[in-house]
């Protein structure tokens, strides 16, 4: 057995055998080159964060892959949307996945980010905008910029599965999109400098992440159109009458949440979410 009690007055070994111990899991790489992969069929890893805790239950594991809930609360809002991330380690690197999510209205959007913080970001994925599907690169750079950012460079947007991802090489992110397959040829959207995301430029000390993002239209633009239309039609709105308006809102913002966005690695196919390939 282990350990070995010696008889009294045993002078101490120099050597002893190797006492047979369970196998253990292989480490999870945390520097030098590496490739990690999650399917998301168990329990979330401890390395996947969030931004802030959760007040409800937004996202979800298992045969499917990863769902995540789209939500009416953005990157931007300093709130918990529906966006789980992990560190991007290495100043050469790539972060894909397959996505498939339908946007209802416009506003809707769900896709890969890399992150510095609320202010300063950049989102690759599916939205809607203008009453039809793109894909699109927004970036957000400052605390003074639009919520949900600024478009740099979109596509029309095919319906079905897409592949997404973002690629950091030194300077610059490449944002490319490919259709699902073994081998997928991947297509261009946009290259923009990291600069934006240099504690320098966006402050703080902790770096950037990569991770997947859904969210729903602007509730707060929807409230304030709103309540327009309504003084225009009664002149003064009472304070109950406001927050009930607001609560249709969220209502309506939940029932557009149903629309899930599943990243998972699907039969057949050789990603899913948070596929990291770091130099």
């Given at each position: 057995g282990w350990p070995t009690i010696l008889p009294p007055a045993t002078p101490i070994p120099w050597n002893h055998p190797s006492p047979v111990l369970p196998q253990g899991r292989a480490a999870i790489p945390t520097n030098g080159a590496f490739t990690l992969r999650d399917d998301f069929r168990g329990k979330l890893p401890a390395y996947w964060m969030m931004l802030r805790n959760p007040q409800t239950a937004w996202y979800k594991t298992g045969p499917a892959g990863l769902q995540l809930i789209a939500r009416p609360v953005g990157l931007a809002d300093k709130g918990n949307p529906s966006f789980l991330a992990r560190r991007q380690q290495h100043m050469n690197a790539s972060a894909?996945?397959?996505?498939?999510?339908?946007?209802?209205?416009?506003?809707?959007?769900?896709?890969?980010?890399?992150?510095?913080?609320?202010?300063?970001?950049?989102?690759?994925?599916?939205?809607?905008?203008?009453?039809?599907?793109?894909?699109?690169?927004?970036?957000?750079?400052?605390?003074?910029?639009p919520r949900l950012g600024k478009t740099l460079f979109s596509a029309p947007a095919t319906a079905g599965p897409v592949r997404l991802r973002i690629a950091v090489e030194g300077r610059r992110y490449r944002f490319s999109y490919a259709a699902p397959g073994a081998k997928p040829v991947w297509h261009l959207l946009g290259t923009v400098e990291t600069d934006s995301l240099t504690t320098k430029v966006a402050g703080g000390f902790v770096g950037s992440v990569f991770g997947v993002f859904a969210g729903t239209g602007d509730a707060r633009a929807a409230d304030q159109r709103?309540?327009?239309r309504q003084q225009q039609v009664v002149g003064e709105i009472r304070q109950?009458?406001?927050i009930a308006a607001r609560r249709q809102i969220d209502h309506a913002g939940d029932r557009g949440g149903e629309c899930y966005v599943v990243v998972a690695r699907a039969a057949g196919q050789r990603f899913d979410a948070g596929n990291i390939h770091s130099t």
């Open positions: 894909e996945t397959l996505l498939r999510f339908t946007p209802e209205k416009d506003g809707d959007r769900a896709g890969l980010v890399v992150l510095q913080n609320d202010d300063y970001w950049f989102f690759l994925g599916r939205k809607r905008a203008g009453g039809r599907q793109v894909l699109a690169v927004d970036q957000r750079e400052g605390p003074n910029a709103l309540d327009a109950g009458q406001r």
